[in-house]
């Protein structure tokens, strides 16, 4: 009987959690100030998290806060402090990309429904599953360069930010 009830909380948390992440996402998507969009990107990781810990992949899941959140939304937050906010263009309420963002999210869910559909009447081949041991090797042995470059691209990505922001500065006076 206890664990019929934990099977329903994990189901109902895993909904929660979900429906969180979505709209987290939808928020990344409206709202304008960046500060405000880095805070919903935190939020969508952070239930993204949640979701993967609930499935039962700890490992991912504890990848996911640890690095993406804390480490790099820290570096991003970061980032942002030291941008101009004040930029009057953050007063109007929709993007001039809303249409074509929208026209995506509907293609996008129309291709989600479709694989969906069509993973549906497929059958199950569980041999061949990806596990912890199959991705550390094959991240170990072949994407560390690729992790390593990341995180160089977005050292340089701060250093072009701040060059711009002081340019922009000795320009305005």
């Not at 993973?119 to 199950?124: D, F, R, Y």
Request: one cysteine or more.
């Amino acid at each position: 009987m206890i664990e019929y009830g934990l099977q329903h909380l994990d189901a109902l948390l895993l909904v929660i959690c979900g429906v969180s992440a979505l709209v987290a996402a939808v928020l990344m998507l409206v709202l304008r100030h960046p500060m405000q969009v880095a805070m919903a990107l935190i939020s969508t990781m952070v239930f993204l998290g949640a979701i993967y810990g609930l499935v039962g992949v700890h490992f991912i899941a504890a990848f996911q806060v640890l690095i993406y959140v804390s480490a790099v939304m820290v570096f991003m937050v970061y980032v942002i402090m030291l941008l101009d906010v004040r930029d009057p263009s953050f007063k109007r309420r929709f993007s001039t990309l809303l249409a074509p963002g929208l026209i995506g999210g509907v293609l996008l869910l129309a291709v989600l429904a479709y694989a969906f559909w069509r993973g549906l009447h497929a059958p199950v081949n569980l041999a061949g599953s990806f596990g912890l041991q199959q991705f550390s090797i094959a991240f170990l042995n072949e994407y560390w360069l690729h992790f390593e470059l990341t995180s160089v691209l977005l050292v340089a990505a701060v250093v072009a930010a701040l060059a711009v922001i002081k340019g922009t500065r000795k320009h305005d006076g």
